[in-house]
């Protein structure tokens, strides 16, 4: 992805800029939000957090009036009508999807989200989302939970861009259609390696 002036400068600003200037609010204990003290930026949260309520309660009809009649997903102009058809395919395939804010960030129209995203496969994907890699698979019945990270950027309180980072490959383990990989960690600095 290339960023731009805009959002190297935000990213800049979110990770140096002053406490003063910045609101640190623990939502939840684990959950943070990072938000410049402008009327702005604390509205553009709002909206992002708004619309995730919508989608998590199924009314995919209010999360999307939240986009811009033409908005981009990813760089591509895809329209608010075009979000509406892949949130439709994803809660056909997952009945029970849920995005669960844990980190926000947000400075001048742009919002930046962490989030847990669980759900069971009950459904066949009909469209390439999630990576395309569920398109025609028969439901396994089986649960999951990965990390997203969602960047929303806004414009006259609408979304006019996203972008998101998914792990649509821990997603397919979880669900059994690829094979997991056994999770390594790294040797405890603190013991001495062995000798042989």
Same mark, same amino acid.
């Given at each position: 992805?290339? *960023?731009? &002036? /805009? $959002?190297?400068? #935000?990213?800049?600003?979110?990770?140096?800029? %002053?406490?003063?200037?910045?609101? !640190?609010?623990?939502?939840?204990?684990?959950?943070?939000?990072?938000?410049?003290?402008?009327?702005?930026?604390?509205?553009?949260?709002? *909206?992002? &957090? /708004? $619309?995730?309520? #919508?989608?998590?309660?199924?009314?995919?009809? %209010?999360?999307?009036?939240?986009? !811009?009649?033409?908005?981009?997903?990813?760089?591509?102009?895809?329209?608010?009508?075009?979000?509406?058809?892949?949130?439709?395919?994803?809660?056909?395939?997952?009945?029970?999807?849920?995005?669960?804010?844990?980190?926000?960030? %947000?400075?001048?129209?742009?919002?930046?989200?962490?989030?847990?995203?669980?759900?069971?496969?009950?459904?066949?994907?009909?469209?390439?989302?999630?990576?395309?890699?569920?398109?025609?698979?028969?439901?396994?019945?089986?649960?999951?939970?990965?990390?997203?990270?969602?960047?929303?950027?806004?414009?006259?309180?609408?979304?006019?861009?996203?972008?998101?980072?998914?792990?649509?490959?821990?997603?397919?383990?979880?669900?059994?259609?690829?094979?997991?990989?056994?999770?390594?960690?790294?040797?405890?600095?603190?013991?001495?390696?062995?000798?042989?």
């Amino acid at each position: 992805m290339k *960023i731009n &002036r /805009r $959002q190297a400068l #935000a990213l800049v600003a979110l990770a140096s800029v %002053a406490p003063a200037a910045v609101r !640190a609010d623990p939502v939840d204990e684990g959950k943070s939000e990072e938000i410049e003290r402008t009327d702005r930026a604390a509205g553009n949260a709002e *909206i992002i &957090r /708004r $619309q995730n309520e #919508a989608a998590n309660r199924g009314d995919l009809a %209010a999360a999307v009036l939240f986009l !811009a009649e033409d908005t981009r997903n990813h760089g591509m102009p895809v329209g608010r009508q075009g979000v509406l058809r892949v949130l439709t395919d994803i809660h056909n395939t997952f009945p029970d999807w849920h995005m669960e804010i844990e980190s926000l960030a %947000a400075i001048g129209d742009d919002v930046i989200v962490r989030s847990i995203v669980t759900g069971t496969h009950l459904g066949v994907g009909k469209i390439p989302v999630n990576g395309g890699l569920l398109v025609g698979v028969p439901p396994t019945g089986k649960r999951f939970k990965v990390q997203h990270i969602h960047w929303s950027t806004l414009k006259n309180g609408l979304v006019i861009e996203h972008r998101a980072t998914r792990d649509d490959i821990g997603m397919m383990q979880q669900l059994g259609l690829l094979p997991a990989v056994k999770r390594y960690d790294l040797p405890d600095v603190d013991k001495p390696a062995s000798s042989g």
